[in-house]
């Protein structure tokens, strides 16, 4: 870097982008924006666990349902989210309710793939002893349909949470007045790269702890099956 190879605007250094994450921080807009953005997430990510979960288990087990639902999602599934945002912009306007949209859309697909899964991986068997048992639907699905398909569940809730999170920055780049993809689009207006490059740095970060929170929860409920 010092001896001209790079850009210094375009590249700078770690020094800077420490120096512009302190900056960030003291001002207080690095945790606003960080606020902000897993806010969005929270939300969208619970819509998407809700609605994909419920709808894999339910397609799982109910095959006729499955024949004609599956063509609809997998024509969907392929589309990038990107694509979805102008659409988002115009159903949603600006603000937070697009990148809601946007957030449980492409957390949707690893959550409802891995449910529906998990509801395709109980064993026959195990219904049919509950059925004899007097045990009802709920019942059933209390203890049998959930604690097999949970794993399964688990690990897509964990994917899920990391492609959300992936989602609200594309969202917050286009459609948001805060959040960390905010800030990043702003730095670039104004060509403070070193400001890019420390707001990647904490999307990074977050998604770390995030991932590493759901492995707990994860090993912990299944501990605990």
């Not at 097999?148 to 594309?170: E, H």
Request: glycine share 12%; with cysteine.
């Amino acid at each position: 870097m010092r001896t001209g190879w790079l850009n210094g605007n375009l590249v700078p250094p770690p020094s800077a982008v420490l120096s512009a994450l302190r900056d960030l921080a003291s001002s207080g807009m690095l945790w606003e924006d960080t606020r902000a953005s897993i806010q969005r997430v929270t939300i969208g990510f619970g819509i998407a666990a809700a609605f994909g979960s419920a709808s894999g288990l339910l397609l799982g087990r109910i095959r006729w349902l499955a024949f004609y639902i599956l063509p609809l999602i997998d024509l969907v599934r392929p589309i990038s989210v990107i694509a979805w945002i102008p659409l988002a912009i115009l159903w949603f306007g600006l603000g937070d309710q697009p990148a809601w949209f946007i957030i449980a859309l492409g957390a949707f697909f690893p959550i409802f793939s891995n449910a529906y899964r998990g509801a395709l991986s109980v064993a026959e068997i195990h219904l049919r002893v509950a059925r004899c048992f007097g045990a009802g639907r709920w019942l059933t699905l209390r203890k049998v349909l959930l604690p097999s398909a949970l794993p399964y569940i688990l690990t897509g809730l964990r994917v899920g949470l990391g492609v959300g999170w992936m989602c609200v920055i594309a969202a917050e780049l286009i459609s948001s007045t805060s959040g960390l993809g905010y800030l990043i689009q702003l730095a670039r207006t104004t060509i403070e790269t070193e400001k890019v490059l420390a707001g990647m740095v904490v999307i990074g970060l977050v998604g770390l702890c995030m991932n590493g929170i759901m492995l707990g929860l994860e090993n912990f409920l299944i501990r605990r099956r």
